[in-house]
């Protein structure tokens, strides 16, 4: 509540430039190591190690956490941004509301 709309916009602008991308190249990163060392540890001969399958599911978890993670930054960076419209809307209908007429006004 303290900072000022040029603050809310530069954090909204960090969460889109650098942290939306960085997250996303991290997560693929670790998606294409990943599904290397489950192909690495899967059956070849018809014996593959448990490896293999603890990794597959590790990799749904970390898939799931990253999507969470980048709906919430997502989801903060709108906040950022509707925060300042938010407040401008409230003190309109505010000097609305103390701008309308009343009994004492017709006297």
């Not at 190591?33 to 899967?42: D, H, M, R």
């Amino acid at each position: 509540m303290a900072s000022t709309p040029a603050q809310k916009k530069a954090a909204a602008n960090a969460i889109e430039k650098h942290l939306e991308p960085d997250t996303k190249k991290a997560g693929d990163k670790a998606e294409e190591s990943t599904g290397a060392a489950v192909k690495e540890f899967s059956a070849k001969d018809g014996e593959g190690w448990d490896t293999s399958e603890a990794l597959k599911k590790v990799h749904e978890v970390w898939e799931k956490q990253v999507k969470v993670l980048m709906d919430r930054l997502s989801s903060e960076k709108h906040a950022l941004r509707n925060t300042s419209i938010l407040f401008q809307n409230n003190d309109l209908g505010i000097a609305v509301q103390a701008r309308q007429s009343s009994a004492l006004d017709k006297i």
